[in-house]
């Protein structure tokens, strides 16, 4: 238009033809700008190469599927039972809780939906730990209880036969020892309420 004011009609179309150009330059210029500034950015990212480690395990999701905020322990216990032997690993079994029971040599005691299961750390072992002894939740009789001075979780266990039937008045004891009175108490509800959930 200020062409066209100024010089008629030669100069409108002369600003017209400024203006379309300015109207598919400037964008493309931008892109080129865009491209180049990114090769740019790359060839840098790649020059200085990184490894990047990981700086914790992943969160541990419970067996509901919320995601909570992470809690390190339980990153920790959700990334050991991943880690389980396959032989002992059952895809149908979901990390509930663990606590560690002596520091030397390292023992935990863990709690999954299915069992309970004592580990001591073997370095020589690719998994880190040997799973001591474990049993399936059906087979404690009654609940486990935390017990003072020594301090240990009693766990009262049926005794089954040869072909896996239940002894009537046979019971077998195992003890885990603890070293906080508050993780025992802890780990012995998270079992009292899996076997309740699954009302063994």
């Known amino acids: 238009v200020k062409g066209a004011k100024e010089s008629g009609?030669?100069?409108f179309v002369k600003g017209l033809g400024k203006g379309l150009l300015g109207l598919f330059g400037r964008p493309a210029s931008g892109v080129?700008?865009?491209?180049?500034?990114s090769f740019k950015l790359i060839k840098r990212v790649a020059?200085?190469?990184?490894?990047?480690?990981?700086v914790r395990n992943p969160r541990h999701v419970g067996k509901d599927g919320i995601v909570r905020p992470s809690v390190a322990h339980e990153t920790l216990g959700s990334f050991i039972f991943d880690q389980f032997p396959d032989d002992k690993h059952h895809t149908t079994e979901v990390y509930i809780a663990h606590i560690n029971a002596i520091k030397e040599p390292s023992t935990l005691f863990f709690a999954t939906t299915k069992r309970i299961l004592f580990l001591i750390e073997n370095k020589s072992s690719s998994f880190g730990y040997d799973i001591e002894w474990d049993y399936h939740l059906k087979e404690i009789k009654g609940t486990p209880t935390v017990k003072f001075d020594p301090n240990f979780i009693e766990i009262t266990l049926k005794e089954t036969n040869v072909l896996g039937m239940t002894k009537k008045e046979s019971l077998?004891?195992?003890?885990?020892?603890?070293e906080n009175i508050g993780e025992a108490r802890y780990i012995v509800d998270k079992i009292i309420e899996i076997m309740k959930a699954l009302e063994i």
């Open 172 to 178: 077998h004891i195992k003890v885990v020892p603890y």
């Open 47 to 54: 020059a200085h190469e990184e490894i990047i480690h990981r």
């Open 9 to 11: 009609g030669k100069g």
């Open 32 to 37: 080129a700008d865009l491209t180049s500034s």
